[in-house]
């Protein structure tokens, strides 16, 4: 564990794709608190770091943590998917580190909203530069956007329900909290505490949270043109939380390793996704629903 309780997910696995020995460049396109970084700065002192993130808290806490290896980090407050348009030496770039889940930071802090066990305003922003919150999302989109968007991000079997009945309660009090919209979904789903079931709530919030950040916007166009640009035996490796994302890494890592309209740019290292250990899960329990594929450029 390092500071600020955060937990740094399949941690060796990543390291071990990423092949962090070599001297070089690697980039963390999600830096979080720090904690993949921290560890290859650490372990290779001829490596430089590239990070990014949205997050401007997350960020200046991950520069905290980092001071210490300053001369040999860059961060940006950027979306990753800017990194192919860098002014940069990309001949040098050695590992890709896409790390797609939300740190315990950012679900710990109630004032953003992200967790809907903690009562707060409906912003779910990562970017607070953002002018798209929760908040107008809940209370402006109309019902058939709403129903898409927890259907096809959260994958929630009474979408339209829920969208029907939202509407329906923001004509005479708009939904203002986590914890108002948490019980609005109970209430609809007819939740249940049950072993092995995860809460509708987690679902919505996850819909609500991917559409407030576009999170899965270009992320197949991103690895895309990343393969493109890194030299050969460059290696990538993506840690995914939900299965919309997982699901986008790998058709577009089979895609680019079995192009029929010209020559494959990489072959995928993980038949299938790596997953935590039991010994992690106890450990870090928001481990759980981790997904690490990896691939080398060729």
Known sequence: MNGNGHIPVLL????????????????????GLGG????????????ILIGFDIDEKSLLKAKEKLEPYADRVSLYHSDFRYLPDL??????????LLDLGMSSFQLDSPERGFSYSREGP????????NKTTA??????????????????????????????????RRKTQKIETTTQLCRTVEEICSWRPQ?????????VF??????????????????????????????????????????????TFIQLATS??????????????VVPSEEEIAINFRARSAKLRAAEII
């Open 206 to 251: 996850q819909a609500i949270r991917i559409e407030v950040n576009q999170e899965l916007k270009s992320l197949s166009g991103f690895i895309e043109r990343i393969s493109q640009k890194l030299p050969k035996k460059a290696h990538i490796a993506a840690i995914s939380f939900h299965s919309l994302e997982d699901r986008i890494i790998k058709q």
């Open 135 to 168: 908040h107008k999302i809940i209370n402006k989109l109309p019902e058939h956007r709403l129903s898409q968007i927890f259907h096809e991000y959260g994958e929630l079997r009474q979408a339209r329900r829920l969208a029907r009945e939202i509407v329906t």
């Open 36 to 47: 993949h970084t921290l560890e290859i700065l650490k372990r290779n002192p001829k490596a």
């Open 195 to 203: 072993k092995g079931k995860i809460h509708p709530a987690a679902k």
């Open 12 to 31: 060796e696995e990543a390291l071990q794709y990423l092949q962090i020995k070599r001297e070089g460049t690697y980039v963390d396109c999600t830096l």
């Open 122 to 129: 409906l912003d779910m922003r990562m970017d607070l530069r």
């Open 87 to 96: 002014k940069i030496d990309f001949s040098k770039i050695r590992g890709i």
């Open 260 to 273: 029929m309209n010209s020559h494959p740019c990489l072959k995928i290292q993980t038949k299938k996704p």
